[in-house]
């Protein structure tokens, strides 16, 4: 025939196939910016402070005072898949930290010139260490790769620079600079609301005033006053959710209740929904919500959804449409809701493995448990618009 000669199969580079596998993970600034938070707070810091040069293409920089990295291990930090997080396949089913497949410093170090500043509380003096393409390399051309003794505090400062400067389909997709620090600053505040015991700042590099500042150990209900405005806080409520009917009699005891925040709400918002004695229900497994959301007095222009799964951040148009829907028996046409949602659940029944983004998260019986937190948010909005009403007749 007159089809032509097949052209050789060829194995691409190792490195061009890391090259790739890195833009998976790294995006744009921001989500570089998310792993990098994720590693702090994995690391235990309650300071986290970031700074940003030209929408973090530039310079993303992050210095938090967590527990720092041993020296020994500055060899393989960047290299794929390394971790301290997880070493068998089960542990992956019982993830309680961010990270987990030991990706983020390996696709950083593969698409920008990725430098670690880290002291650990036992080290006398801090490391620092250059690398690329995942491995150590020397900070100025003919210098020796290997980690470098210099002055630092305890924790770690990560500073990545010229992201994107080897894949230039990427970079010219990030367009505007400003838009990618306001993508920066929205992860960074709601990173901010979720961990209200830590403190964060956010700036650009070389300016003297932050443009986020959070003291550390504030409430939940004050990170969003201080982050979102007294808009949303004076109309927020606040629900805790979980399941319905008790799983099992020995699970019981487990479920903690955590210290109520104080809310601007008349009532003291102990809406937990403690289970009554009944039967153990089949195909409910163990989880909770918290939930912060205004009344129907509040009217945004858009929807503001925080949403964290086991204390990640993660996006599900599923469950935003199901709270929205509540929201349009309550609020006037073109009006939109403030709604952070925190959900724990049980590890094993989450999905995390679905892409290395690990944005999209599945987890068993999603639509059970979004329907039921859908339906306590209707409920709390209704007995609040009912308390508001009898007030008015009086
Ligand atoms: P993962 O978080 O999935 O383990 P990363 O590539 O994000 O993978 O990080 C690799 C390892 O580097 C982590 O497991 C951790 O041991 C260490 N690490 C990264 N960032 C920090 C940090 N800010 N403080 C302490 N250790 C860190
Ligand atoms: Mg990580």
Redesign the pocket.
């Known amino acids: 025939g007159d089809a032509p000669e097949p052209a050789p199969i060829r194995r691409l580079h190792e490195s061009l196939v890391n090259r790739i596998a890195a833009g998976e993970i790294i995006h744009r600034p921001a989500s570089a910016l998310k792993?990098l938070i994720?590693?702090?707070l994995?690391?235990g810091a309650t300071t986290i402070r970031i700074q940003i040069k030209d929408g973090g293409l530039k310079l993303l920089q992050i210095q938090?005072n967590?527990?720092?990295?041993k020296k020994a291990d500055l060899p393989i930090?960047a290299q794929r898949f390394?971790?301290?997080?997880l070493s068998t396949f089960s542990d992956l089913a019982h993830l309680t930290t961010?990270?987990?497949?030991?990706?983020?410093?390996?696709s950083i170090s593969h698409v920008a010139n990725l430098t670690v500043i880290t002291k650990t509380r036992k080290d006398s003096c801090a490391w620092k260490a250059a690398y690329l393409d995942g491995e150590l390399s020397p900070a100025h051309p003919g210098h020796a790769p290997d980690p470098k003794p210099c002055a630092g505090n305890d924790g770690?400062t990560?500073t990545v620079e010229n992201l994107f400067y080897n894949t230039p389909a990427r970079l010219s997709a990030i367009r505007n600079s400003s838009e990618e620090y306001a993508r920066i600053l929205d992860v960074v505040t709601k990173y901010s609301v979720h961990n209200a015991g830590v403190s964060f700042s956010c700036k650009k590099a070389g300016s003297n005033t932050p443009d986020l500042s959070t003291p550390s150990s504030s409430t939940t209900h004050q990170a969003i006053r201080m982050l979102y405005g007294q808009g949303v806080a004076k109309d927020l409520l606040n629900i805790e959710v979980s399941p319905a009917a008790p799983i099992s009699t020995k699970q019981k005891g487990k479920r903690k209740r955590k210290e109520s925040d104080d809310l601007d709400e008349e009532e003291d918002g102990e809406d937990v929904l403690s289970n009554s004695d009944g039967e153990a229900v089949a195909d409910e497994t163990e989880w909770r919500a918290e939930v912060y959301f205004t009344n129907a007095n509040y009217h945004a222009k858009k929807t503001v959804f925080l949403l964290f799964i086991n204390h990640r951040l993660v996006e599900s148009p599923r469950i935003k449409r199901a709270i929205e829907a509540v929201y349009t028996g309550v609020l006037p046409k073109g009006a939109s809701p403030f709604v952070y949602l925190s959900l724990q659940l049980d590890p094993t029944t989450v999905d995390v493995n679905v892409h290395p983004t690990k944005r999209e998260v599945h987890f068993l019986n999603e639509e059970s448990i979004t329907e039921r937190i859908a339906d306590e948010i209707q409920a709390k909005l209704a007995r609040v618009g009912e308390r508001v009403f009898e007030y008015q007749t009086l």
């Open positions: 792993e994720e590693n702090c994995d690391a938090d967590g527990c720092g990295i930090l390394t971790t301290s997080k961010y990270g987990f497949r030991g990706e983020a410093l390996a770690t990560i």
